[in-house]
């Protein structure tokens, strides 16, 4: 009689446990948000932010960590006064710093200036870019030459994205250094 009780308790539990079951969804789920999660829509309002429609921005006046503001404003007196008074923060230009600066002119300059400066790049004697001119033919300083890769000038775009400060200072090095050898 007692192993008939175990059955009959047996098949209660099962069927109790079973009868429950639904293939489409199932009954019990550990992660619900894995499998019903909150559906967001991209660029949406938010009650994330203050104001609900846009992100939060950087305080008035902060300044990003490791980030050095640029001394001369974007302007063409920006570029005289850089011309006269800016000079490299770099103690002095290791042969291993001209390595480097080669690669980076090499990278990002040659290419309209060409390789030894003399304004003959892929690009100008393709014809794409005309008056390029040769660093022999320019009086060039050590900030002027810095305030044009970071800024840009005419139609040479700004470099100030691709290159770091310290870089820009050693292409600037660099630039002078082909300047002495023209």
Not at 62 to 68: I, K, M, Q
Request: charged share 20%.
């Amino acid at each position: 009689m007692k192993s008939l009780y175990k059955i009959v308790a047996l098949a209660a539990v099962s069927t109790l446990a079973t009868s429950c079951f639904n293939k489409e969804k199932p009954n019990y789920q550990l992660f619900p948000n894995m499998y019903e999660s909150v559906a967001y829509e991209t660029y949406s309002e938010s009650s994330a932010f203050k104001n609900g429609k846009e992100g939060q921005v950087p305080a008035q006046g902060s300044v990003p960590r490791g980030f050095t503001p640029e001394e001369y404003p974007n302007t063409p007196a920006g570029l005289a006064a850089a011309r006269l008074n800016s000079k490299s923060p770099l103690d002095s230009i290791t042969s291993g710093d001209l390595d480097k600066a080669k690669q980076l002119y090499t990278i990002y300059c040659a290419i309209c200036h060409g390789d030894a400066g003399d304004g003959k790049g892929n690009l100008v004697k393709r014809e794409k870019f005309l008056g390029v001119p040769s660093y022999a033919e320019r009086e060039l300083t050590e900030g002027g030459i810095y305030h044009v890769v970071t800024y840009g000038l005419n139609a040479m775009g700004s470099h100030k994205n691709q290159l770091t400060q310290t870089e820009r200072w050693m292409v600037a090095a660099y630039v002078l250094k082909l300047k002495s050898e023209l």
